[in-house]
């Protein structure tokens, strides 16, 4: 039998040195840099879970799949209609969230097996993929909005 793959090659990943409780601290400090686009941008069910967020301990972090799924798409939906120099501001906001998202699925996966933990991954692709839905109704939602032009955006979100 012929072995494939690259020779010393292992299915076990190396460890990555990161320093959680900087990420958590980050998207502390950080997040209510940010309040007024969150507030823009999220419902208020989403805003709620990252407000929550800033107040759990580190060992506590927790974003569900649904929720950081609904947020990107959220994102997404709302960076189309903006100027380019407001779509920067946009990113930088959900870079925050992003990092509390990354803090949380290392306190999540802290002890799982790689195999674990890639099925983790996959469970939140398929979650991407089922809350397609959401995406575009919420982009549909915005495009049919009153309120959907560049400079009335750019009003609400950046005061």
């Given at each position: 039998?012929?072995?494939?793959?690259?020779?010393?090659?292992?299915?076990?990943?190396?460890?990555?040195?990161?320093?959680?409780?900087?990420?958590?601290?980050?998207?502390?400090?950080?997040?209510?840099?940010?309040?007024?686009?969150?507030?823009?941008?999220?419902?208020?069910?989403?805003?709620?879970?990252f407000v929550k967020l800033t107040k759990q301990k580190a060992e506590d972090f927790f974003i569900s799949s649904e929720i950081w799924a609904k947020t990107v798409y959220t994102f997404a939906a709302r960076f189309k209609d903006l100027e380019p120099r407001k779509r920067e501001d946009l990113l930088e906001a959900l870079r925050i969230l992003w990092i509390g998202r990354v803090a949380a699925f290392i306190n999540e996966a802290e002890c799982m097996t790689t195999s674990e933990a890639n099925s983790r991954v996959e469970e939140e692709a398929e979650t991407f993929l089922k809350l397609r839905p959401y995406l575009i109704n919420t982009y549909t939602r915005i495009l049919n909005s009153p309120t959907n032009s560049s400079k009335t955006m750019g009003k609400t979100l950046i005061s």
């Open positions: 039998m012929d072995t494939i793959g690259v020779k010393g090659y292992s299915p076990t990943p190396e460890p990555v040195d990161v320093n959680f409780q900087s990420l958590v601290n980050t998207y502390k400090s950080n997040f209510h840099a940010n309040t007024s686009m969150y507030h823009a941008i999220l419902s208020y069910p989403l805003l709620a879970e």
